[in-house]
């Protein structure tokens, strides 16, 4: 199959509902003409299938050596697990506790295993350089990272290396006295900020 266009995957994320386009106050408190409602990529599993099987078959095209897909609680469950299975790989995930990124205990082979880090969304890449930071405490090589969505635009390398990410999305944000759609008086919409992992 031949790659789709960054505007092709963007009609995919838009038809998942996770892609909003309006008029949105961000939580840095500028205004923006996108938004993205992550939740709502899990929320429609046959929409999220379609864009983790091109994720996938980015990864597969690499030829990576691994063991394990891992991804970071909760909301990338969900996407790492999709695509450990279109991979045929193992899923682990890890999450917060007390502050600290572990894995969820129980799993059996994660101890120097090789890995590949699936996530949702690259915004500051904090939550990732956390889970790398978990997989070389248990002396697991991490072979690849990969994103949904990149919202810098590749400005944020992880480890040394690019992420890979399926859709690049550098999203414009206004400050209120200089956004043209409060000068074209289209009601403001301020998404709910408060479940955030
Ligand atoms: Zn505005």
Known sequence: MAPLSNEAIL????DSDALLQGHFKLT???????YFEKIRLIEKPAAL?????LLSEKIKAEGLDFE??????YGAIA???LAALKLGKKFAFTQRVEEKMSFRSGFSGIDGSRAVIVEDI????????EVVACLKERACAVHGIYVLVDRTGGAVPIEGKPVGALLALKIEAFEPDACP????????VKPGASDKK
């Open 11 to 14: 009609e995919l994320f838009k």
């Open 28 to 34: 840095s408190g500028k205004h923006s003409e996108w």
């Open 49 to 53: 299938e379609k864009i983790v099987d």
């Open 68 to 73: 394990y897909v891992v991804s970071p609680a």
């Open 79 to 81: 996407i790492g697990f």
């Open 122 to 129: 690259l915004t500051t890449g904090g939550s990732i350089q």
């Open 181 to 188: 759609f409060c000068q074209n008086g289209i009601p403001l």
